[in-house]
């Protein structure tokens, strides 16, 4: 079974709500990542996702894209995230990993090359923001012959009918995106989440993530109610930012620990 289809089983049958924080690879610099993903997984991350540095994103906001800046000018790409999820897996082989990232540096190293490399790293699952359903069978079929998650994401503005194309094809679980903009955005709508969320039930069997605008414990407490799991990514990277690079494991994982325990305090109906 992969990692992540146990970690959620785990999280249903106790009833509770995952944790996935959000990190950029190579920020605060390369040999920082793996001890900053210890640390996540320490203050109690289920999941965590990677996210791959790029020069043109589309859906980060300014705080990952700045630390997507920072990483890219110590000369982080694909490859080298690769090696630092090796190095997390020699201390950690239960913590799911999630690569975050658009298409072209895969498209770069080559689809079938990425897959294999990404497996050998023990990479769990991957999103690729610019892989719509449409176009993804490809992509899907190479991860999951290697048992890897094709992670999709689903939007407010998206139809019924790309949330089935993606039903179809998405395995892990599915990335709600929780807002209409980029990632650190504010005014997070429970009611509005709540209500897609029943609406995408419908069509996904598999766990829902929600992300985008959850920055406190007040937050992140509101949408574990409701969804399988809880993503945080700007304002961990907000965290490091405000320390040394010495400093980053700490000042994230105590941070994370704080959401993990307004996390905990949501008891969920075990299926």
Same mark, same amino acid.
């Given at each position: 079974?992969?990692?992540?289809? #146990? $970690?959620? #089983?785990?999280?249903? @049958?106790?009833?509770?709500?995952?944790?996935?924080?959000?990190?950029?690879?190579?920020?605060?610099? +390369?040999?920082?990542?793996?001890?900053?993903?210890?640390?996540?997984?320490?203050?109690?991350?289920?999941?965590?996702?990677?996210?791959?540095?790029?020069?043109?994103?589309? #859906?980060?906001?300014?705080?990952?894209?700045?630390?997507? /800046?920072?990483?890219?000018?110590?000369?982080?790409?694909?490859?080298?995230?690769?090696?630092?999820?090796?190095?997390?897996?020699? /201390?950690?082989?239960?913590?799911? !990993?999630?690569?975050?990232?658009? @298409?072209? &540096?895969?498209?770069?190293?080559?689809?079938?090359?990425?897959?294999?490399? @990404?497996? /050998?790293?023990?990479?769990?699952?991957?999103?690729?923001?610019?892989?719509?359903? /449409?176009?993804?069978?490809?992509?899907?079929?190479?991860? #999951?012959?290697?048992?890897?998650? $094709? !992670?999709?994401?689903?939007?407010?503005? $998206? &139809?019924?009918?790309?949330?089935?194309?993606?039903?179809?094809?998405?395995? %892990?679980?599915?990335?709600?995106?929780?807002?209409?903009?980029?990632?650190?955005?504010?005014?997070?709508?429970?009611?509005?989440?709540? =209500?897609?969320? =029943?609406?995408?039930?419908?069509?996904? =069997?598999?766990?829902?993530?929600? %992300?985008?605008?959850?920055?406190?414990?007040? %937050? @992140?407490?509101?949408?574990?109610?409701?969804?399988?799991?809880?993503?945080? +990514?700007?304002?961990?990277?907000?965290?490091?930012? %405000?320390? $040394?690079?010495?400093?980053?494991?700490?000042?994230? +994982?105590?941070?994370?620990?704080?959401?993990?325990?307004?996390?905990?305090?949501?008891?969920?109906?075990?299926?």
């Amino acid at each position: 079974m992969n990692r992540i289809d #146990a $970690t959620f #089983a785990r999280l249903r @049958a106790a009833g509770r709500a995952g944790l996935i924080p959000y990190i950029t690879a190579g920020d605060p610099s +390369g040999g920082a990542t793996a001890p900053l993903m210890r640390a996540l997984a320490a203050a109690g991350a289920d999941v965590i996702e990677l996210g791959v540095p790029f020069s043109d994103p589309m #859906a980060d906001g300014p705080v990952i894209q700045r630390a997507s /800046e920072r990483a890219l000018a110590r000369g982080v790409g694909l490859k080298q995230v690769l090696e630092m999820v090796a190095a997390f897996r020699k /201390e950690d082989s239960a913590t799911p !990993v999630v690569l975050m990232g658009y @298409a072209n &540096p895969i498209e770069s190293m080559g689809l079938a090359r990425f897959a294999d490399r @990404a497996r /050998e790293a023990g990479v769990d699952g991957a999103i690729v923001v610019d892989y719509p359903p /449409e176009e993804a069978s490809e992509f899907a079929a190479s991860m #999951a012959e290697r048992a890897i998650a $094709t !992670v999709f994401l689903l939007a407010p503005t $998206t &139809p019924t009918s790309r949330i089935m194309a993606v039903a179809r094809l998405a395995r %892990g679980y599915v990335y709600y995106v929780s807002l209409k903009g980029v990632t650190g955005a504010a005014h997070l709508d429970t009611t509005d989440v709540i =209500a897609k969320l =029943a609406e995408i039930r419908k069509h996904v =069997a598999l766990p829902i993530g929600v %992300g985008f605008g959850i920055r406190d414990a007040a %937050g @992140a407490q509101a949408i574990a109610a409701h969804a399988d799991a809880v993503v945080i +990514g700007s304002r961990i990277i907000q965290e490091i930012e %405000g320390g $040394t690079p010495e400093e980053a494991s700490a000042r994230a +994982g105590a941070w994370l620990a704080t959401i993990r325990n307004a996390v905990d305090t949501v008891t969920k109906r075990a299926a």
